[in-house]
């Protein structure tokens, strides 16, 4: 989870990998309108994210064991919550970095539907992953293989603190 260009697909490609899990990119279950909207520079509202937010959790719930690994913002907590009332499992890696790091890899990367003029409005809702929430939080300036290593970990019960 995290806001635009904190590594969330790269990231969890990686940590699908190392856990011989499936990856599924949370933004290919945005419908069309969604995508449209963010692409046209309008951040969207919650009316626009509660049926996307209930397919990520329909996914993860629906998943066969040992589970999935699916990259989803999930900004606020009302949005981690109604990912947990349907897959309560959930295990959330909240990828964190500076606005000027985040800035710097989405103006880096091509023909992605958010654009960076779309940054300062998801970090103006994000709500910080909480101590008694099920997760870890890790800073992306650390080397993909570091955030991976310490995902790993937590997910599979070997480190149960906060991280950055």
């Given at each position: 989870m995290g806001v635009s260009g904190c590594g969330k697909s790269s990231v969890g490609h990686a940590l699908a990998e190392a856990l011989s899990l499936t990856f599924i990119d949370g933004d290919d279950l945005h419908p069309k309108s969604n995508r449209d909207k963010m692409a046209g520079g309008t951040p969207l509202t919650d009316d626009d994210r509660?049926?996307?937010l209930d397919k990520v959790g329909k996914a993860l719930a629906e998943?066969?064991?040992?589970?999935?690994?699916?990259?989803?913002?999930?900004?606020?907590?009302t949005y981690r919550d109604r990912i947990l009332a349907a897959s309560p499992e959930t295990v959330f890696v909240h990828l964190t970095g500076s606005r000027e790091l985040l800035l710097q890899r989405m103006q880096g990367r091509?023909?992605?539907?958010?654009?960076?003029?779309?940054?300062?409005?998801?970090?103006?809702?994000?709500?910080?992953?909480?101590?008694?929430?099920?997760?870890?939080s890790i800073d992306v300036a650390k080397p993909l293989r570091e955030i991976v290593a310490a995902s790993v970990d937590y997910v599979l019960g070997e480190n149960s603190g906060k991280t950055d």
């Open positions: 509660w049926p996307w998943a066969d064991a040992p589970g999935i690994v699916i990259a989803c913002s999930a900004l606020k907590r091509g023909n992605h539907f958010m654009k960076p003029e779309m940054l300062d409005s998801q970090l103006a809702i994000l709500e910080q992953l909480a101590e008694d929430e099920p997760g870890i």
